[in-house]
């Protein structure tokens, strides 16, 4: 029986491997390190080796406590390797953040598919995986020429460690241009520019690639058998224990540098491309309405770095001010990406001041996002934003619904991605419920940062 699962967990911002026990459905140890990124040529691009290095060592020392059954992937989107013969990086791992694909715009913009087709809004910079790739074939053609593989990010490190190459559709159909959400197959574009004869088998996020590879296993001491499980998107990590344990409708918002929404069995909507709305695929291979904005990055360039803490006066006095700031922080992608940020009626008078109302705007954002879904019954948040009570509390009033936020404040992307190792499902884990009723100063405060923005 598989209880033990060491999950490699890589987010935009950071990287975990944490060991996590299926039977309490909680992390038991976690391992973390940032997620650098290289500033030098050919492009800015993911410290890739370090990652290794520091997943080998994290296997090593969470082994030592626990008798690692299994190993599973989780990774942030808009992410492939480019792999040549050997299983090399034909090309280092692009930064999505880089600006240069921005150079082929215009070429790339003629050939491809509509949103119609993919369910991909038109993204900057590498956002889209598919700009990605055309941008890199155009400007690098000699090296190339020499890639043998495309394969998306959470598949790169279970090749590395069971040597089985695989796609998975999660990653694919993350606003990628890659991927035909209703033909269930690869878009025009792969097929337009002979892609499709690089990209390995498409395997499901459960499905079990093989076992550690004997080297790898030698390093690290664990059991030889050690199955690695095909991998998956982190925000589809994120709604995976919800689907395989609640019924629809409801919806699940996966915080971290992105702040993504998804709806599940919500209200018929016609998505709008130019405010990043777009179809995610989930586990099954089933389209699924969503929405994002950078919250998490947003929230950071408020703060710059000051953890301030609030007092409820600190609420108090922002709610009876009004005070509130305007979309967006970061323009380019989000429900309001042309929009340039603003305070009302004043910039917070104190570090505490601002944290309630930055954490308030993250909520509002995130309204905005599950209106602009259809999203509808309770929203569950998981990640970073589940101990941030003002975005909860915020978001409740805004929707006028309930959320639901994980008692053990553990982060959803890991536990999603262990049930992959996981032959029966688990549930999420005790939740907390956060109910609209009580809050209508918080409704009022809404209601005004939506008033205006009609102006």
């Known amino acids: 029986m598989t209880r033990y699962v060491a999950v490699i967990d890589i987010g ?25 990124v ?7 691009h993911f410290d890739t080796d370090a990652l290794w290095d520091f997943i080998l060592e994290s296997l090593s020392v969470l082994n030592r406590g626990y008798q690692v059954d299994a190993i599973s992937v989780t990774t942030h989107g808009a992410t492939a390797a480019l792999l040549d013969a050997r299983g090399d990086l034909a090309l280092p791992v692009l930064d999505y953040e880089h600006s240069g694909p921005d150079a082929a715009a215009a070429a790339y913009a003629a050939v491809r598919p509509p949103f119609e087709e993919t369910g991909s809004p038109r993204l900057p910079g590498g956002l889209n995986l598919g700009a990605q790739v055309f941008w890199l074939s155009k400007t690098f053609p000699d090296q190339f020429a020499h890639v043998a593989s495309i394969v998306t990010y959470p598949q790169y490190w279970t090749w590395r460690l069971s ?31 002979g892609w499709r004869a690089l990209m390995p088998p498409i395997r499901p996020a459960r499905d079990r690639l093989g076992p550690l ?21 982190d ?11 609640r019924s ?38 089933d389209p699924v309405p969503s929405a994002r904005f950078m919250g998490g990055r947003e929230f950071e360039v408020l703060m710059d770095g000051d953890g301030a803490h609030w007092t409820d006066a600190d609420v108090e006095r922002v709610l009876a001010q009004e005070t509130m700031l305007l979309p967006s922080v970061l ?24 944290a309630v109302a930055a954490s308030f705007y993250v909520a509002l954002m995130t309204a905005t996002c599950l209106d602009l879904i259809g999203a509808d019954g309770p929203t569950i948040v998981e990640g970073p934003l589940v101990a941030n009570r003002l975005f909860v509390g915020m978001l409740a009033a805004a929707t006028g ?25 688990h549930d999420a884990g005790p939740m907390v419920t956060f109910d609209p009723a009580g809050l209508e100063q918080w409704e009022r405060c809404a209601a005004a940062w939506r008033n205006e923005l009609r102006r």
């Open 331 to 354: 323009q380019g992608s989000g429900p309001f990406p042309g929009h340039r940020s603003k305070w009302i009626p004043s910039e917070p008078a104190s570090p505490a001041e601002r």
């Open 213 to 233: 590879l004997p080297d790898i296993a030698e390093k690290t001491g664990l059991a030889a058998g050690t199955s690695v499980c095909c991998g998956i998107h």
């Open 38 to 44: 290289l500033p030098g040529a050919p492009y800015p």
């Open 248 to 285: 629809q409708p409801f919806a699940v918002v996966s915080s971290g540098t992105w702040v993504v929404s998804m709806a599940m069995g919500g209200n018929k909507v016609t998505l709008d491309a130019a405010r990043d709305t777009l179809i995610n695929v989930d586990a099954s291979g």
């Open 235 to 245: 925000s589809n990590a994120s709604l995976l224990p919800h689907l395989l344990s």
């Open 401 to 425: 619904r309930p959320v639901l936020a994980s008692a053990m404040m553990t982060t959803g992307t890991t536990i999603g991605a262990a049930l992959l190792a996981s032959a029966t499902g």
């Open 163 to 193: 040597g089985v190459l695989a796609n998975e559709v999660t990653s694919l159909g993350c606003h990628t241009d890659l991927w035909s959400p209703a033909a269930r197959d690869y878009s025009s574009l792969v097929d337009g520019h």
């Open 12 to 36: 935009k911002t950071n990287a975990k491997v944490a060991l996590v026990d299926l039977e309490l459905t909680r992390e038991m140890a976690v391992r973390t390190r940032p997620n650098t």
